[in-house]
C-alpha cells in the first residue's frame, strides 16, 4: 500500500489550491480516505474524512465550506481541493487510508482508525 500527496506549495491568503493523493496496492473504493494537517509546532488534525461504505464526507468546522474532498476511483487518486485559504491552513498535509470503508463511528478522524499514511505535502499560505 502506498500514498503519495502532491501539490503543496506556497499560496497567498485568499487564494486556491489542490491537492492529490495518488494510491496504489489497495481498492481506493472501498475505503474510507482521510486527509490530515500537522501544524508547525501543533499535534496533527482531521481536516476531512469520506466514507466508502456510504459516501458521506465528514469536515473539520473550520474547513466546511472551503475546503471539497473529491475521489477519483478509476485513477486511485483522491483530491482536496481548498480556496479562501487563510495562515492558519498552513502546515504538512497528509492523507492517509482507513481500516475500513467507514470513517470513525466516535471521532471520524481517530488516527487509530487509519492505518497508512503517505509522506505528506506543504502548504503554506503567507503573503
Known amino acids: 500500500v502506498q500514498l503519495v500527496e502532491s501539490g503543496g506549495e506556497l499560496v497567498q491568503p485568499g487564494g486556491s489550491l489542490r491537492l492529490s493523493c495518488a494510491t496504489s496496492?489497495?481498492?481506493?473504493?472501498?475505503?474510507?480516505i482521510g486527509w490530515f494537517r500537522q501544524a508547525p509546532g501543533e499535534a496533527r488534525e482531521g481536516v476531512v474524512c469520506s466514507s466508502a461504505s456510504d459516501g458521506t464526507t465528514y469536515y473539520a468546522d473550520s474547513e466546511k465550506g472551503r475546503f471539497t474532498l473529491s475521489r477519483d476511483n478509476a485513477k486511485n487518486t483522491v483530491y482536496l481541493q481548498m480556496s479562501n485559504l487563510k495562515p492558519e491552513d498552513t502546515g504538512v498535509y497528509y492523507c492517509?487510508?482507513?481500516?475500513?470503508?467507514?470513517?470513525?463511528?466516535?471521532?471520524?478522524?481517530?488516527?487509530?482508525?487509519?492505518?497508512?499514511w503517505g509522506q505528506g505535502t506543504q502548504v503554506t499560505v503567507s503573503s
Open positions: 492517509a487510508t482507513a481500516i475500513g470503508s467507514s470513517c470513525g463511528d466516535e471521532d471520524v478522524f481517530d488516527e487509530d482508525e487509519f492505518d497508512y
Open positions: 496496492g489497495f481498492t481506493l473504493a472501498n475505503f474510507a
